[in-house]
């Protein structure tokens, strides 16, 4: 597999990442909610998350975008 192909597939996988965590979140977030210590910090977590998702969607499609303009 050349290089072309290896940075396409992966800008795939980074965007598939991206969209899970987003699927993940509403699922996760009642057990965060749980412990103690982010509580309090709900909304900070769940920007986190939704930024973290963002930027592997966001980095996967340059890949993606990169190599097909190519």
């Known amino acids: 597999m050349d ?5 396409f597939y992966y800008g795939l996988v980074l965007i598939a990442v991206g969209v899970g965590v987003f699927y993940r979140i509403p699922q996760v977030m ?9 509580s309090e ?4 977590v769940k920007f986190c ?3 973290l ?16 303009k190519r």
């Open 3 to 7: 290089k072309k192909t290896f940075t």
């Open 41 to 44: 910090k709900l909304i900070l």
């Open 49 to 51: 998350f939704y930024t």
């Open 30 to 38: 009642p057990r965060v909610a749980a412990i103690e210590f982010f």
């Open 53 to 68: 998702g963002a930027f592997l969607i966001l980095a996967g499609g340059i890949r993606v975008f990169k190599n097909y």
